[in-house]
């Protein structure tokens, strides 16, 4: 174990301490000491094994191939208050973000660590386990993930070649906390107890979706120098928005009541700014064609989200997120023509309830 493990190590508390050797205890009793097959791949690159790098992605690669086992370090499901949560946020998501290279990679993780962070807010909730240390412990983790986010973002979007990839990820992170602020503020209405606690990281929440939705705006006026451009990154925005739609309508009408009514709600507005992007396209309105088609991307995508962490409540607290008494009447009708004249129409994106 090198200095930096060791550190690591010595960081935890004399539970998480304990619950990691009786871990390690358990996996060599059921494991009896043999030479791994990735220890003697790597063992044939010799020349290799001195670069301080390749020893460390090696020993990160292995470890993570041994927690696979579910033995060696049980604990991606920890929350925190539970002894192997220190494992979880000192050990393996720092092993596992060591694997992700490049800027697009490392947005994608921080990406992945806010969402694990908002879930861990959501569970606890839901439960009526958010104490106080757990609400300051998950929020500090989420302004972490969120800020290295940015400067992952920050660093992609130097480069005009790298638009698209901003986009997608500014629009993925946007729909995450979205979503998050729709399923928080239920929450605090079906666990009143646990409202006080989650109030701090749902204002957070809502901050950050507002945040991100002005940057990919700015982002986009930036990038589209003239009405060529802007016109092309509006059709691939109708494409993928219509997309995205058309799954998250096809799941409501699917599930019907077992959908949430901001599940539900969110992808009625999907439709409507759909609608009014195409006429804003039509009408040669490029720059407002594409920020209405693509908050109804990440309308849509909030959609799917919600319904995604309904279902987990669902499934491990039992807790049911007010459900839609029907599907939505617009739903079905995004082909629908629009009466308003397309020459001069240029419509506000429709306000969600998280920018209320």
Same mark, same amino acid.
């Given at each position: ?105 490392? %947005? ?5 660590? =806010?969402? *694990?962070?908002? /879930?861990?807010?959501?569970?606890? $909730? !839901? &439960?009526?386990? +958010? ?17 290295n986010f940015d400067a992952n973002v920050a660093h992609l979007a130097t ?55 002005? %940057? ?5 006026? =930036?990038? *589209?120098?003239? /009405?060529?451009?802007?016109?092309? $990154? !509006? &059709?691939?925005? +109708? ?20 959908t949430s009514s901001s599940a539900s709600w969110q992808a009625e507005q ?52 007010? %459900? ?5 009447? =617009? ?21 969600s309830r998280h920018d209320q």
């Amino acid at each position: 174990m090198n200095d930096e493990w060791q550190d690591r190590f010595r960081a935890l508390s004399e539970l998480e301490k304990a619950a990691v050797r009786e871990e390690l205890r358990v996996f060599m009793r059921d494991h009896p000491a043999q030479v791994p097959f990735s220890v003697r791949f790597f063992e044939r690159f010799d020349s290799a094994i001195y670069n301080p790098r390749v020893q460390f992605t090696s020993a990160a690669v292995a470890l993570v191939l041994a927690a696979g086992t579910g033995t060696a370090f049980a604990a991606q499901n920890a929350l925190p208050g539970e002894p192997l949560y220190g494992v979880k946020v000192n050990v393996e998501e720092p092993i596992l973000g060591s694997l992700a290279t490049s800027p697009e990679a490392q %947005a994608d993780w921080n990406a992945r660590l =806010a969402a *694990q962070r908002l /879930s861990e807010a959501v569970q606890l $909730a !839901a &439960q009526n386990k +958010l104490t106080p240390a757990a609400a300051s412990t998950i929020a500090g983790g989420l302004d972490q993930a969120a800020e290295n986010f940015d400067a992952n973002v920050a660093h992609l979007a130097t480069s005009s070649s790298n638009a698209a990839t901003v986009a997608t990820l500014t629009s993925n992170m946007e729909a995450t906390f979205a979503a998050n602020t729709q399923v928080m503020a239920e929450l605090q209405n079906i666990v009143p107890n646990a409202a006080a606690n989650l109030a701090p990281i749902l204002s957070r929440v809502q901050e950050r979706a507002v945040s991100l939705n002005n %940057a990919r705006t700015q982002f986009d006026k =930036a990038t *589209q120098a003239n /009405s060529g451009q802007a016109r092309a $990154a !509006a &059709q691939t925005a +109708l494409s993928s928005a219509q997309q995205q739609v058309n799954q998250v309508t096809a799941k409501v009408v699917q599930t019907r009541s077992a959908t949430s009514s901001s599940a539900s709600w969110q992808a009625e507005q999907a439709q409507v700014e759909i609608q009014s992007g195409k006429e804003n396209l039509a009408a040669g309105n490029y720059m407002a064609a594409l920020e209405t088609l693509q908050a109804a991307t990440v309308e849509a995508q909030a959609a799917q989200i919600n319904i995604s962490i309904g279902e987990q409540l669902s499934s491990a607290t039992g807790i049911q997120l007010p %459900a839609t008494s029907s599907v939505p009447a =617009a739903f079905g009708q995004t082909e629908a023509t629009s009466t308003v004249n397309t020459s001069t129409v240029i419509q506000p994106r429709v306000r969600s309830r998280h920018d209320q």
